[in-house]
């Protein structure tokens, strides 16, 4: 069983980040050693009076223990910070250990910078990315990450995502997986590209004309353990897709307001048997 440190925010209302990170992971056999970054009471989204507690010095408490102990990680996948001090800690973490990364870097959306993040700390997270392994940011992370103007929907063609891509694996990843890519307008996902081999594969799911919470996390949560697993990433990419059809059809159904966070708990066994078939099918390799 593959070992992985997971650093992001623990939100007790709306099952974001850790939270879901937690479930979903163990469903693809990996084992999580939790390291959260700031307490919320809820996610920012839609609910208001949220409790928040910075967790940057709690955070310096657990590298500070891990770094003395001699436990074996397969990896680290980092999410959301609050500070650029606890990004740098995390960063002096896993050089010091030597553990690959998989950063999601959790900066903003629709064109603009989460409330709090400065252009200070978007270079913290781009020297954070120099050390990473794979990338997996949206489209305003990715440009704010290359220093390009954000990719208004309706305004890119494939040329113009693949020199992106491009420009983000210069930044010191392998791989580099880009979402919220369409080209149609009842079609999202993910464009993947490998810096070895310098091609750009993308995957679609159908599109749902709603803001789900969580989303992302999910997406990470499974592709970052394939990839800890080194599983064909695009075996597991179309793996995570098809999860996510299914969950967000069901959170749909369920007919409760969206802020409440994805119904994956039902496909928790299908996620099981599918990263499973993809295990099997390597150990026979």
């Not at 979903?24 to 050693?33: G, K």
């Not at 020297?127 to 890119?156: K, M, R």
Request: overall charge negative; glycine content about 8%.
């Amino acid at each position: 069983m593959t070992k992985v440190i997971v650093a992001n925010d623990l939100v007790g209302l709306g099952k974001v980040a850790l939270t879901s990170s937690l479930p979903i992971m163990s469903a693809c056999q990996t084992e999580v050693l939790p390291l959260p970054t700031v307490l919320l009471s809820s996610h920012t989204g839609e609910f208001e009076n949220i409790y928040v507690r910075d967790l940057t010095d709690d955070l310096k408490g657990f590298c500070k223990q891990w770094e003395h102990l001699h436990f074996i990680v397969d990896g680290l996948v980092s999410g959301y910070f609050k500070s650029e001090e606890a990004l740098k800690r995390v960063g002096q973490l896993a050089r010091g250990k030597q553990i690959a990364l998989f950063v999601d870097p959790i900066m903003g959306d629709n064109g603009r910078l989460y409330q709090g993040f400065d252009r200070n700390y978007v270079e913290a997270m781009k020297a954070f990315c120099q050390q990473a392994d794979v990338i997996i940011p949206n489209l305003t992370e990715a440009a704010l990450l290359t220093d390009t103007p954000y990719l208004e929907a309706g305004s890119y063609d494939k040329l113009t995502v693949e020199k992106l891509l491009r420009d983000l694996s210069k930044i010191g990843p392998r791989k580099v997986i880009l979402t919220g890519i369409s080209f149609e307008t009842d079609k999202i996902g993910l464009a993947y590209f490998d810096k070895e081999t310098n091609r750009t594969i993308y995957r679609m799911q159908k599109r749902y004309r709603y803001h789900f919470y969580g989303s992302g996390d999910l997406l990470t949560a499974i592709i970052s353990s394939g990839y800890f697993y080194d599983l064909d990433l695009l075996k597991v990419c179309d793996l995570a897709l098809d999860v996510m059809n299914r969950v967000l059809s069901s959170t749909l159904s369920d007919g409760r307001p969206l802020k409440y966070g994805l119904c994956y708990e039902p496909h928790i066994g299908y996620l099981f048997s599918g990263f499973n078939a993809l295990l099997e099918e390597k150990n026979e390799k």
